[in-house]
């Protein structure tokens, strides 16, 4: 019975091992930019989440997605940016809209 009670005891282990074990990493997406005005910045992307992560000026901002016409439109704390086929541009704290490349 020892035998018995000692295979039920590894069964529930590795059972609980599989449904506790660590959980895959989120896909994301990284992509730095600098633009015609001088600013550089990177914004990331995660799979399950429909914001944007701005890293510019030495600070981090989340960017709610917006509707847009044509391409990603995504604005907050006085940035927005869209991120479309043709051309990314970036307007932030009151200065005029700059065009964007990836770098």
Do not use: N, W
Request: with cysteine; net charge positive; charged share 15%.
């Amino acid at each position: 019975m020892s035998g018995h009670k000692a295979a039920i005891s590894v069964m529930a282990i590795v059972v609980a091992g599989v449904f506790t074990g660590p959980l895959p990493a989120a896909a994301q997406t990284f992509q730095s930019y600098r633009c015609a005005d001088g600013t550089s910045f990177i914004v990331g992307f995660y799979q399950y989440d429909s914001r944007a992560f701005l890293q510019v000026d030495g600070r981090a901002i989340t960017l709610k997605k917006r509707l847009g016409l044509s391409g990603g439109r995504y604005s907050g704390s006085g940035v927005t940016l869209v991120i479309g086929r043709a051309r990314t541009t970036i307007r932030h704290v009151k200065r005029p809209v700059t065009a964007c490349e990836l770098i």
